[in-house]
């Protein structure tokens, strides 16, 4: 097993995030081919994205850890074990975990608050929009970068999951902060295993030489990777500045 990737947490700030506007509009309820937008809520969304932009605060704590032990439903690795129903057929044998915690800050839920008061719904819902299209593609972000890092290794990256998405449990979350603490970048659990600020995603994924990750194109699909020798579809778009 490679030691070359680094097991101390890591705070990336600064980074060159691209949103993208499907993403944005699938939260205000757009199918991503079926419904093209109009021009009043393209200019709704240009107005948001602008004010997001100037609201938002894009940063991730990351952090790989080698992986102790592996079953059907569960990785070990460290102190902790990630109980996730039926991971050893959707990843494969996997030799390394990441954990992240992505966030954009607090400032774009306040300012979207404060135009639900003022009853200036349209914007107030596309900027809430904006802000949960823009932590998606953070954590598309963070998934690419993982996989840029451990792929010179050898090691192809599988796709994030998250606690509380399809089948693992929310309360994993505590298990999951375990490993990589949101506090660095000022993300906290509640007792309900919710973070705030509210626009944060937490997500692990996993690497190794035999992960399963050919069924996921779309992370190659978006990744800015260039001469990467394990592409396995070119670029179409990127969440990369
Ligand atoms: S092009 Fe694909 S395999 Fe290469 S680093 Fe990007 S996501 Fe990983």
Request: glycine fraction near 8%; include cysteine.
């Amino acid at each position: 097993m490679s030691a070359l990737l680094s097991t101390a947490p890591r705070v990336l700030t600064a980074l060159p995030l691209a949103i993208d506007p499907a993403e944005v509009l699938r939260f205000q309820g757009y199918k991503k081919s079926a419904d093209v937008p109009g021009p009043d809520v393209r200019a709704l969304f240009d107005e948001a994205l602008a004010l997001g932009r100037s609201l938002m605060a894009p940063r991730a704590v990351v952090r790989w850890l080698p992986v102790s032990r592996q079953s059907a439903d569960a990785i070990e690795a460290g102190d902790a074990t990630l109980a996730i129903p039926d991971v050893g057929r959707l990843w494969g044998p996997v030799e390394w975990i990441a954990a992240a915690v992505c966030t954009i800050g607090d400032e774009l839920e306040r300012r979207a608050a404060e135009l639900w008061e003022a009853r200036e719904l349209p914007l107030a819902s596309m900027l809430d929009s904006v802000g949960s299209g823009a932590v998606e593609s953070l954590a598309e972000y963070v998934n690419d970068l993982l996989c840029q890092e451990a792929i010179p290794l050898g090691l192809p990256v599988t796709n994030r999951v998250s606690p509380g998405y399809g089948s693992w449990d929310v309360a994993q979350q505590r298990a999951l902060f375990g490993v990589c603490p949101g506090d660095a970048i000022g993300v906290r659990l509640n007792e309900a295993c919710f973070m705030t600020p509210v626009k944060s995603i937490s997500l692990l994924a996993a690497a190794g030489a035999g992960a399963r990750v050919d069924h996921y194109f779309s992370q190659c699909a978006r990744c800015w990777m260039r001469d990467c020798a394990y592409r396995r579809t070119a670029a179409h778009k990127t969440v990369h500045r």
